[in-house]
Structure formats: structure tokens, C-alpha cells
């Protein structure tokens, strides 16, 4: 399957501080990305669809100015946590659509953020 | 949007015995329905897929059953071994779109 990855897999920051998040597709190209946000024993929640070249869209409830999603080239989508708070405290994941159709889901190793 | 249920949220079997996770979901349109197993810490792996124009996939110890006209939908895991402990996510969508993910089922194979 197709390989996504994804950097830096664990974060500690100081409270207000930006921590930013890196999601590559290694072997495809990826004209959109998604970003998850997963708490402990928690589902997987989108926050945001990033489309190359385009604004990203934000689900209900997301602040697009704490996120900032970039995603500049069709291999490479960022995620910048503005002002970290200990509430920003999760595990972000990301993935890339794959398949004929882009339907199938390959996902990064996941970032554990832990703001102090 | 649509909207996705999952159950039960916890299951623990005997080894050898069978798993059975069911979901139900809400957008008539959705017509791509994978399933994700994720163990701690890692990133969630798709195990297997259906799309609305068939009924049942079957993957080796692996199946799937879908019914779109009661909208639910099916993971069946035969034979369970310890390998197979893990939380296990259902996900709808319609083809190209983003995907909805149920709440998760926690899987315990008890050797």
C-alpha cells in the first residue's frame, strides 16, 4: 500500500509555543490530505480536509487561525498548532487518499503532542 | 453529515472463538465502507473494504457484510488469535470524500 509519513512522531512544548507537524506521501501523489485528531479512547475526529494548491477546510468547531494547514506540493501537507495550550494535548494524525478513486485512507504514524 | 454508530464498544472473546462489530450509519449516498484496526500508539491500518455495490468480502479470516437498505454494516473475524487485540474503527463515506469514523470497538482475545 501506498506509504504515508509523517514527523515528528512525539512532541513536548511549552504552553504557547507552535508546534508544527509534517505529512509526506512517500510513493504517490496526494492532491488531498486530512487531519485527524485522536484522544485517548477516543475516535478519530477530522479537523480539517487540505487540498493542494487551496485553502484548507476546516470542520465545524476547528479554529483555522489555531490550526494552520499548508499543503504546497502534491507530496507534502504541514500542521501548525499556534499557541499551544495543554488543552491542544493529543495525538494528530494525518492521511492521504489513495485508490482509483482516492477513497482508500493510508495514514502517518501519527504525532502524540504533550503541551506542558 | 453523516453520522456513524458503532457497537459494542468493548468485546472480549475466547481465542478460537468469533468477533462480530456492527455499525450503522445515517447518509443514504455513503457507498465506500472501510474498516481500521489500530493498536496503542499507532496509526490505524486498513484491514479490509466494501463498497455499496456488494453485499460480502471476505479477506482469509476477514469479512464484511453490508446491507444498504437497513444501512448497517459488519466486521466478522473467524478464529480470533492474540494477534488480533486491538480497536477496531468502521468508517463510511461517499467515494473521494472524507471519511466518518464510529466510536471504535476495543477487541480482547483472551488466550
Known amino acids: 500500500g501506498a506509504v504515508v509519513s509523517q514527523h515528528p512522531s512525539r512532541v513536548i512544548c511549552k504552553s504557547g509555543t507552535s508546534v508544527k507537524i509534517e505529512c509526506r506521501s512517500l510513493?504517490?501523489?496526494?492532491?488531498?490530505m486530512f487531519w485527524y485528531r485522536q484522544f485517548p479512547k477516543q475516535s478519530l475526529m477530522l479537523m480539517a480536509t487540505s487540498n493542494e494548491g487551496s485553502k484548507a477546510t476546516y470542520e465545524q468547531g476547528v479554529e483555522k487561525d489555531k490550526f494552520l494547514i499548508n499543503h504546497a506540493s502534491l507530496t507534502l501537507s504541514t500542521l501548525t498548532v499556534t499557541s499551544a495550550h495543554p488543552e491542544d494535548s493529543s495525538f494528530y494524525i494525518c492521511?492521504?487518499?489513495?485508490?482509483?478513486?482516492?477513497?482508500?485512507?493510508?495514514f502517518g504514524s501519527g504525532t502524540q503532542l504533550s503541551v506542558l | 453529515g453523516e453520522n456513524v454508530e458503532q457497537h459494542p464498544s468493548t468485546l472480549s472473546v475466547q481465542e478460537g472463538d468469533s468477533a462480530v462489530i456492527k455499525c450503522t450509519y445515517s447518509?443514504?449516498?455513503?457507498?465506500?465502507f472501510p474498516w481500521y484496526k489500530q493498536e496503542l500508539g499507532k496509526r490505524p491500518q486498513l484491514i479490509i473494504d466494501i463498497r455499496s455495490n456488494v453485499g460480502e468480502k471476505k479477506d482469509q479470516r476477514i469479512a464484511v457484510t453490508l446491507n444498504k437498505t437497513a444501512k448497517h454494516f459488519s466486521l466478522h473475524i473467524t478464529e480470533t488469535q492474540p494477534e488480533d487485540s486491538a480497536v477496531y474503527f468502521c468508517?463510511?463515506?461517499?467515494?473521494?470524500?472524507?471519511?466518518?469514523f464510529g466510536a471504535g470497538t476495543t477487541v480482547t482475545v483472551r488466550a
Open positions: 447518509d443514504s449516498a455513503s457507498n465506500y
Open positions: 492521511s492521504a487518499g489513495g485508490g482509483p478513486t482516492n477513497e482508500k485512507l493510508f
Open positions: 510513493d504517490f501523489q496526494a492532491t488531498t
Open positions: 468508517a463510511a463515506s461517499i467515494l473521494g470524500y472524507k471519511l466518518s
